[in-house]
């Protein structure tokens, strides 16, 4: 089975700080995407980022950013300048490029951000 | 922007019990999926499916089954509910092609007393 990994159940951070939250895959693909999804408490899922594994630039949205290494199979979620509303679970997702329908889930890590 | 609905956010039911979850997207999505999340364990796949009348089991469809009538809708049936199905139940959808970007619903914590 194709896995993800999330190291760390929990992580917190002072407001107005740095932290990455980590994730490695395992996959035998060549061509997949990997997204960042973030859970607020009792609120729905939504997509913080996505990167094409084709793509060596890393994206990066407003304050979120990835660390993606091909190689290593590792795909890093590094926030800056935490507020309060990135406390939430954040789960890490691997999916197929060429007709695999299906994401795998990490089992994510909940970030608490400490004011 | 992408709609995705579940019929109710929390559900009660005994053992035993038939228990239908609905979800409907507005974005006529051709794929639509059913996880369920629990604790430590991130999102499991139960049952997806990529067109009407169309299904394919996920990683854990023991207890649980599908229907899809319509590209909107996609129903989760637990044909006779047990305590171990005591979770928070998730849809998702997402169209054909792009960046395989899955929207979800609000959720459903089902509790099987």
């Known amino acids: 089975a194709q896995t993800v990994t999330q190291s760390q159940p929990e992580m917190s951070v002072q407001e107005a700080e740095t932290v990455t939250l980590s994730c490695t895959y395992d996959?035998?693909?060549?061509?997949?995407?990997l997204f960042w999804y973030k859970q607020p408490p009792s609120r729905q899922m939504i997509l913080v980022i996505r990167?094409?594994?084709?793509?060596?630039q890393n994206a990066t949205e407003n304050r979120f950013s990835v660390n993606f290494q091909k190689a290593a199979k590792s795909f890093s979620l590094k926030i800056s300048d935490s507020q309060l509303g990135d406390a939430a679970m954040y789960f890490c997702?691997?999916?197929?490029?060429?007709?695999?329908?299906?994401?795998?889930f990490g089992t994510g890590t909940r970030l608490t951000i400490i004011p | 922007d992408v709609k995705v609905t579940q019929s109710s956010r929390y559900l009660v039911k005994r053992t035993g019990e038939k228990v239908f979850l609905e979800c409907v997207q507005d974005?006529?999505?051709?794929?639509m999926f059913w996880y369920r999340q629990d604790p430590g364990l991130g999102l499991r796949l139960i049952y997806f499916?990529?067109?009407?009348?169309?299904?394919e089991k996920g990683d854990i469809p023991e207890g649980y089954s599908v229907s899809r009538e319509k590209k909107e809708r996609f129903s989760l049936i637990l044909e006779s509910a047990s305590t171990n199905q005591t979770s928070m139940y998730l849809c998702?959808?997402?169209?054909?092609?792009?960046?395989?970007?899955?929207?979800f619903g609000p959720g459903t914590r089902l509790t099987v007393t």
């Open positions: 997702a691997r999916g197929g490029y060429f007709g695999n329908e299906k994401l795998t």
């Open positions: 998702a959808s997402r169209g054909r092609g792009g960046t395989y970007e899955q929207y």
């Open positions: 499916s990529y067109d009407v009348k169309m299904k």
């Open positions: 974005m006529d999505h051709e794929n």
């Open positions: 990167q094409e594994a084709y793509k060596q």
């Open positions: 996959t035998s693909e060549s061509d997949y995407y």
